[in-house]
C-alpha cells in the first residue's frame, strides 16, 4: 500500500479536527474510569500520554489511542479480583496491571509479534465486545438511577441485585439520567452536532438545582502525575497479574488494530504493527508508573477523529493539548458533571455494539455462529475476564479440532486439461492409469500427520494396478519432526510394496527441509515438480521405478 504523504506542520483540518474530538475524548475519559472503579483523573491522565505518545511516534493519522471500555471493564474485574473493594488497594493494582500490560506489549513489539490480535477471533471478539456493552450498560445503571453500587460482573447476579434494591432508586437522578440518554440518542440523528458537550454542558449549568436534590456529582479531580513505582504484587498473586495484564494486552490490541487497520484499508495507509506495539507499550508504561488507565486505538474515538476531517496524528496532539486546556481551565466545571450524565454518555457509547447486525454474516455465512454465541454466554455467565480467556480457549480448540481432522482429496484430471480436482466432487476427473494423486486438505502437523497418511495408506490399498503414489502439499506451509516421521515412515511403506512416491507443490522451504531428511525414495528429482500436472506428465514419460529414485 502506498503511504499517507508527509506532514510536517499542522493545518487548518487538523486543528478543527483535534478541537472537535477533544470535547468527546475528556467526558469519555471520566466515564470509563468510573468504569473501571478509578478516580477520574485516572482517565484523564491516560488519555493525555495516550494523545501525545501516538501522536509523536504512532504511524496511523486516524488512531485516537485513550482509555476503552473493554480495557477499563477488564482492570476492574482483574484489580476487584486481586484488591477487593478497597480504593486505594485498587489503584495500586491497576498500575501495576497496566505497567504490567505495557511490559508485554514491549516485549511483543521487540519480538515482532504484530500479528498477535489474529488470537482473538473476529467472532470472538465481536461476541466479546456485544456481551461486554451488556455488562458495562447494567454497571453504569446505579450511576444513572441511584441504585446502590453493584459488584461483580456475573450477569444474572447483577440482574437479581437491581431487581432487589429497585425501591432505592433515586427519582431526581433517574431523570437526569434518563434525560441525558434521551438527548444523546437524538442527538445522534442531527448531523455534527456533539451530543456528549451538550448533556455535560446541560448537566454543569443545572449541577446546584441536582445537587441540592441529591444528584450526586463527580466531584474533585486531582490532576497530579506522581511518577513513581507501583506496588508489586505478592508472592501468591504474582501469577494472576501477569495473566491479567497479558489479558489486557490481547483484548487492547485486538482492539487497537482492528481500528488501526480498518481505517488503513480504507484510505490506503501502510500499516506497522510492531511499531504500533511498541508505541502502545511505552504509553501503557507510562500509565502505569502515573497511575493512569490502560489505553488503546479504539474505535470510537478513531471514527470520531476521522469524520472530523483529521489527516495527519497532529489532529491527536492538537486534541492533547486542548483536553490539557481544558483541565487547567476548566477543572471546577468538570467536577461539577454529575455522574448520571457520565453514565448516559457510557450507556450511549456502548449501545452501538448492542446491534444484533453484526452476527447476520455469520448466521448467511453458516460459519462460526457457535464461536460468536459460545464469546457471548461466556461473558454474560462467567464474567468479563473469564468470558473472554474461556472464548479465545474454545476458538483455539476449535481451529486445533479443524486442523486435526484427517480430510485427504483424491485427484482426477478435469476434462483432459491440466487440472487436478477432488474426484468426490468432480465425478467425471479421471485418474491417470497405475497412478494414484493424493492431497491432505489441512497442513500436516503432529496432530493430524499420522492419520491423514493412514487414510493415504487405504487409498494405496484399494488400487491393485498401482505403480506411482503423487504427494499433493499446497496446503502444507511447513512440516515439523512428527509430519516428517510419518511421511518417511509412509515412503518406506510403498517402498516396500514396489511403489514409487513423487511430491508436488512443494514450498520453496519444505523442498530444502525433505532433501536434509534424505527421506526413502524422495531424491531431489521426486521434489521438482512444481505441479501436480509437472509430476504426472515426469512419471508418464518416464519408465516405471521403484525404489529410491536416482
Known sequence: MSAAPARTAINLVDLLAGLAIAGLLLPEAVAYSGIAGMPPQAGVIALLIGLVCYGLLGTSRYAIVSSTSSSAAVLAAGTLALAGNLVVARVAMAATLVLFGGICFLVAGFARLGGLSHL??????????????????????????????????????????????????????????????????????????????????????????????????????????????????????????????????????????????????????????????????????????????????????????????????????????????????????????????????????????????????????????????????????????????????????????QLAAARLSVLGRLANGHDFVDIAQHPDAIQPPGMLILRPEEPLFFANAESVLSLARKQVTQRKDLRQVVLSLEESPDLDSTALEALGDFSSWLQSLGIGLHVARLKDDIRALLLRADLPQLSPQALNNWSVEDAVSALTAAPSTTGKQA
Not at 154 to 169: A, E, G, R, Y
Not at 256 to 275: C, M, Q, T, W
Not at 319 to 336: S, Y
Request: aromatic fraction near 8%; hydrophobic fraction near 55%.
Open 120 to 401: 482473538i477471533a473476529r467472532p470472538v471478539l465481536r461476541g466479546y465486545t456485544f456481551g461486554l456493552a451488556i455488562v458495562i450498560a447494567l454497571k453504569q445503571l446505579p450511576h444513572l438511577g441511584g441504585w446502590p453500587d453493584l459488584h461483580g460482573d456475573f450477569v444474572p447476579l447483577l440482574i437479581k441485585d437491581l431487581v432487589q434494591t429497585s425501591n432505592q432508586v433515586h427519582a431526581a437522578t433517574l431523570g437526569t439520567g434518563l434525560l441525558a440518554l434521551a438527548l444523546l440518542f437524538v442527538c445522534e440523528r442531527v448531523r455534527r452536532l456533539p451530543g456528549s458537550l451538550l448533556v455535560i454542558a446541560l448537566g454543569v449549568l443545572a449541577s446546584g438545582w441536582l445537587s441540592a436534590h441529591g444528584v450526586p456529582l463527580t466531584g474533585a479531580i486531582k490532576l497530579q502525575m506522581d511518577f513513581s513505582l507501583p506496588r508489586w504484587p505478592s508472592g501468591d498473586q504474582w501469577l494472576a497479574s501477569v495473566e491479567l495484564a497479558m489479558a489486557l494486552l490481547l483484548i487492547l490490541y485486538a482492539e487497537s488494530y482492528s481500528s488501526i487497520r480498518g481505517f488503513a484499508l480504507k484510505h490506503n495507509d501502510p500499516v506497522e504493527p510492531n511499531r504500533d506495539l511498541l508505541v502502545l507499550g511505552a504509553a501503557n508504561v507510562l500509565c502505569g508508573l502515573l497511575q493512569g488507565m490502560p489505553v488503546g486505538a479504539g474505535y470510537s474515538g478513531t471514527s470520531a477523529n476521522e469524520a472530523a476531517g483529521a489527516q495527519s496524528r497532529w489532529a491527536g496532539l492538537v486534541a492533547g493539548a486542548t483536553v490539557l486546556l481544558m483541565v487547567l481551565l476548566l477543572l471546577p466545571w468538570i467536577e461539577r458533571i454529575p455522574l448520571a450524565v457520565l453514565a448516559a454518555i457510557v450507556i450511549h457509547a456502548v449501545s452501538k455494539s448492542w446491534r444484533l447486525s453484526v452476527f447476520r454474516p455469520y448466521l448467511q455465512w453458516k460459519r462460526d455462529r457457535l464461536l460468536a454465541l459460545a464469546a457471548v454466554v461466556a461473558v454474560l455467565s462467567l464474567g468479563i475476564l473469564n468470558g473472554l480467556l474461556l472464548a479465545i480457549a474454545f476458538s483455539l480448540v476449535l481451529l486445533l479440532r
